[in-house]
C-alpha cells in the first residue's frame, strides 16, 4: 500500500539554506526589523545567527514561520496546524509559494545608539533640589531687569521658602 506524502514545505531544507535565502533575498536589516532577534541586530553573521537557533527552539519556529508565510507567501495555517512546529505543518497539494513579501526598512526607525553623556560639573544649582537653600541660581541681568524669572520653580519657591 502507497501512503501519499504529505507536503511540507520544510522538509529537506537545512536551516543554513532558509537563514541565506532569507539574508540573500532581505539583507539584515530588513531581518532585523521584521524578526525581532537580537543575533540579527548586534553584528550578525549567518555563522553566529544558525548557532543561536539551533540552541533556542523559539527563535528558530519565529525565522521558520517567517520563511513560509512572508517569504514563501504560504497560507497561513488552520487551527490545528498552527498548534505545530512550522517543521511539522503541511500545507494542502494545491498552495504553491508566491513572490516573497517587500520588506521597507526605515533607518530613521532603528534605534541610535548614544554615547552617555558625561556627569555635570561646577553649578550647583543642577545638582540640588529646587527647595534647598545652598542651591541659589545665577539671576539673569535680561530677566531681572524685565521683572520675569528663567527659573520655572521662582513662585514655588518664594511661596515655600518663607
Not at 80 to 90: G, N
Not at 93 to 108: A, C, G, N, T, Y
Not at 130 to 158: M, Q, R, Y
Amino acid at each position: 500500500m502507497i501512503e501519499e506524502q504529505k507536503n511540507n514545505p520544510l522538509h529537506g531544507v537545512k536551516l543554513e539554506a532558509l537563514l541565506t535565502d532569507l539574508v540573500d533575498h532581505y539583507g539584515w536589516d530588513a531581518l532585523a526589523s521584521a524578526i525581532n532577534i537580537n543575533c540579527f541586530k548586534s553584528n550578525p553573521s549567518i555563522k553566529s545567527s544558525l548557532k543561536f537557533l539551533r540552541k533556542t527552539p523559539w527563535a528558530r519556529e519565529k525565522v521558520e514561520g517567517f520563511y513560509l508565510y512572508k517569504f514563501k507567501r504560504l497560507p497561513k495555517p488552520d487551527d490545528e496546524q498552527y498548534e505545530l512546529p512550522p517543521r511539522d505543518r503541511t500545507i494542502p497539494l494545491h498552495q504553491k509559494p508566491r513572490d516573497p513579501v517587500v520588506i521597507e526598512v526605515d533607518k530613521s526607525e532603528r534605534p541610535k545608539r548614544s554615547k552617555p553623556q558625561p556627569k555635570a560639573t561646577g553649578d550647583a544649582s543642577f545638582r540640588s533640589s529646587p527647595g534647598h537653600s545652598d542651591a541659589k541660581p545665577a539671576a539673569n541681568k535680561s530677566s531681572a531687569s524685565s521683572g520675569k524669572s528663567d527659573d520655572p520653580w521662582a513662585k514655588w519657591k518664594s511661596k515655600h521658602s518663607k
